[in-house]
């Protein structure tokens, strides 16, 4: 037998009637090749079940017509939506990948030192990409899509849905035996969204590799706030980026109700990303806070929430505002409000004392010892209030004080030595400057710096550590960094009624809050003022009389105001009550 022969011979077995047939109903091809895998895409186009499914659809689609031809229309303009959508996805992918992912791979593989070896996964719906590409629907278009899904999607959807609701069913069922099993199963990573994925048969990259495909990524894909993280154990290098998940536009009193720490040194900020809380530690993290932010930007609502959390803990709160700030304060009586730069000095020289005294007694107590209720000294709108104490110093001071102003020296103090005696800081201002908060090594002091809207400049200045994230428009949106860890938060806001509220302790009477103002500093009176407030019961001249002659138990001037002698209002209580039957003649 010729070789023509075998060949001719092995040809009509290869191409017999019942072969045939069973590579047609299977859906392998007819010419007998291999290499066409079932499920997966091989040389060809199509799948095996893809033209399994063509073949056997096509006498189905004949017997029902010789049936029921009404409902062969339906079928075939079911069809003909179908594949124009798959035509049309393909085409749409087709644009995507030459706009997006080719030239990205382009430029990344000399990047990386790689030819070959290099796969990259852009997904379509990441920022909205793909919409970019389409072009806008016809009316036509419209209608078409819009009968489709009132008349053919439910049709088709009807067999999936009962088929997945039958498997949730079963997994239900036999879920109190599978639970058992979890632990045996390999762990995956959980659903993060859309991303972009790269694969580099490399087992390393340089962190100038890495930067330089990062910026490559950037620009290439114009889709803002990606978080890229990497994995670099093992024969390959895998990089992902994901869309930056946000926290809620907005935080209220829900929020902080639900969230108050037990611990009287953890406050309270906000929700970050995931919705997760956001709290920082006065012991652990730092012992003052600096706020810094352009106008607007809600200071002033993050210094309330710190202070409603140490008023509701019985704490003590001491607010140096010279515009008015926290209204939300007025009448509690754990509030010193002091709005003049006059109380203002007198309460951080007092403030400076007290923080002294606890540090001293601290000397002979164990290491639980604890000195007191906290106190919170929320000072506002720095750059403006330590000129307002030097310029108020440098007119009321006399012969032989110091040049620098005790209050200013006061505050570096107590951002020295605060934080075991429980005194805490919080530094409010527009740009926290070396200069607006005493030096440099006293801004060294806030552990805590919570920014917003903020240039690059006062980034540098403030967070030189940390990487900047984009400032965010939202209101309310504040970027807590703590050494080299930046935290996106979403602080909460409170109406005045809700901070008066929450800043109730559980065992304060609600009396007090109806209480009148008692900013800090209204127990020094100069004699003018004792004797117009009814402190003194006699006329001011008479009051004159009785101090320069020394009669009873005359006071001693605790400071100038404008040049005036200022006494304590208690020693003034106590002269009057001690010469109340002495009778000097006007």
Request: glycine share 8%.
């Amino acid at each position: 037998m010729t070789e023509l022969e075998r060949a001719l011979r092995k040809l009509r077995r290869k191409h017999t009637v019942s072969r045939v047939a069973y590579r047609y109903v299977s859906g392998r091809p007819l010419s007998g090749k291999t290499g066409y895998p079932y499920l997966s895409r091989g040389a060809g186009r199509l799948t095996g079940w893809q033209r399994q499914v063509i073949r056997l659809a096509a006498p189905a689609t004949a017997a029902l017509a010789a049936a029921q031809p009404e409902q062969v229309g339906l079928l075939v303009g079911s069809a003909a939506l179908v594949a124009g959508w798959r035509v049309r996805r393909r085409f749409t992918m087709r644009r995507f990948n030459r706009e997006y992912t080719a030239p990205t791979l382009a430029a990344l593989a000399p990047a990386m030192g790689l030819q070959t070896g290099v796969r990259l996964h852009v997904d379509p719906t990441l920022g909205n990409l793909t919409p970019r590409l389409a072009k806008p629907l016809s009316p036509a278009e419209t209608a078409v899509r819009t009968w489709y899904g009132e008349h053919v999607e439910p049709i088709i959807r009807w067999l999936p849905e009962r088929a997945q609701r039958a498997a949730w069913s079963v997994q239900r069922k036999a879920e109190p035996v599978t639970s058992k099993l979890a632990v045996f199963r390999r762990p995956v990573d959980g659903d993060q969204g859309p991303r972009i994925e790269l694969f580099a048969d490399t087992p390393y990259l340089t962190r100038e590799q890495r930067q330089l495909i990062s910026s490559i990524i950037g620009s290439k894909i114009p889709v803002a706030d990606l978080v890229e993280s990497w994995h670099q154990v093992g024969p390959r290098v895998r990089a992902t980026w994901t869309v930056r998940k946000r926290p809620p536009a907005r935080v209220g009193v829900d929020q902080v109700a639900a969230h108050l720490p037990a611990d009287d040194a953890v406050f309270y900020l906000g929700q970050g990303a995931g919705n997760q809380p956001v709290t920082i530690s006065l012991d652990d993290d730092s012992p003052h806070i600096a706020v810094s932010a352009g106008t607007g930007a809600g200071k002033s609502v993050l210094a309330e929430l710190v202070a409603v959390q140490v008023l509701r803990r019985g704490g003590r709160v001491v607010i140096l505002d010279r515009k008015g700030s926290h209204r939300w304060a007025l009448g509690l009586d754990q509030v010193d409000y002091c709005t003049k730069p006059g109380q203002m000095h007198d309460a951080l020289v007092k403030l400076a004392a007290l923080a002294d005294e606890r540090n001293t007694l601290a000397f002979h107590a164990p290491d639980d010892w604890n000195p007191g209720p906290r106190v919170l000294v929320i000072c506002e709108e720095l750059n403006a209030t330590l000129t307002q104490l030097a310029n108020w110093w440098a007119d009321n001071r006399e012969k032989g004080d110091p040049k620098r102003s005790p209050a200013v020296a006061a505050l570096g103090e107590l951002l020295f030595m605060g934080r075991s005696a429980k005194v805490n800081v919080i530094g409010v201002a527009q740009m926290l400057t070396a200069r607006a908060i005493g030096g440099p090594e006293s801004r060294e002091n806030f552990g805590v710096r919570c920014l917003a809207r903020y240039t690059a400049n006062a980034w540098k200045m403030l967070a030189p550590q940390a990487a900047m994230p984009r400032a965010s428009r939202v209101r309310g949106r504040w970027q807590v960094v703590i050494g080299d860890q930046v935290t996106e938060t979403q602080v909460a806001y409170l109406t005045a009624s809700e901070a008066r509220s929450l800043a109730m302790s559980p065992d304060m009477s609600p009396s007090l809050v109806s209480a009148p103002i008692k900013p800090c500093g209204d127990n020094r009176l100069t004699l003018k003022e004792a004797c117009a407030t009814g402190v003194l019961p006699w006329s001011y001249e008479a009051t004159k009389k009785r101090a320069q002659r020394r009669v009873g138990d005359v006071p001693v001037p605790r400071n100038k105001r404008n040049g005036v002698d200022v006494y304590d209002r208690d020693d003034l209580a106590r002269w009057a009550g001690s010469q109340t039957d002495e009778r000097i003649s006007q």
